[in-house]
Nanobody
Framework: VQLVESGGGLVQPGGSLKLSCAAS????????MSWYRQAPGNERELVAS????????NIADSVKGRFTISRDNANHMLYLQMNSLRPEDTAVYFC????????????????WGQGTQVTVSS
C-alpha cells in the first residue's frame, strides 16, 4: 500500500508545476483523494480534495482559481495542476487517500505519501 508523489521542484513566481501521485496496493477508485502541504514552521494545510463517487472537488481559498485537482481511476493516479505559483506556495506537498464509505473495510483507511518539495523563488 503506497502513494508516491512526483513533479515537485524549483519554479519562478508566476510559473506552473503539475504534481502526480501514483497509488498502489489499495482500491484507488473507492478512496477520496487529497493534496496537503506543509511549509516550515506551519501547520499541515489541506490544499484540495476530490471525492471517490462523483469527483466533487474542494479547493482551499488560498489556491482557488490557480490550482486544479484531478484523478485518473483507470491508472490509479492523482494530479495537482498548479498555476500562477507564489512564494507562499512553497511547501512539501503530500498526497493522501481516505476511505470513508460506511461499509466494512480491511484495507487501510488512510494512506499518506512521502511528500514532494515545491519551491517558488526567483
Amino acid at each position: 500500500v503506497q502513494l508516491v508523489e512526483s513533479g515537485g521542484g524549483l519554479v519562478q513566481p508566476g510559473g506552473s508545476l503539475k504534481l502526480s501521485c501514483a497509488a498502489s496496493g489499495f482500491t484507488f477508485s473507492l478512496y477520496d483523494m487529497s493534496w496537503y502541504r506543509q511549509a516550515p514552521g506551519n501547520e499541515r494545510e489541506l490544499v484540495a480534495s476530490i471525492s471517490s463517487g462523483d469527483d466533487s472537488r474542494n479547493i482551499a481559498d488560498s489556491v482557488k482559481g490557480r490550482f486544479t485537482i484531478s484523478r485518473d481511476n483507470a491508472n490509479h493516479m492523482l494530479y495537482l495542476q498548479m498555476n500562477s505559483l507564489r512564494p507562499e506556495d512553497t511547501a512539501v506537498y503530500f498526497c493522501v487517500a481516505d476511505f470513508q464509505l460506511p461499509i466494512p473495510w480491511t484495507q487501510p483507511k488512510r494512506v499518506w505519501g512521502q511528500g514532494t518539495q515545491v519551491t517558488v523563488s526567483s
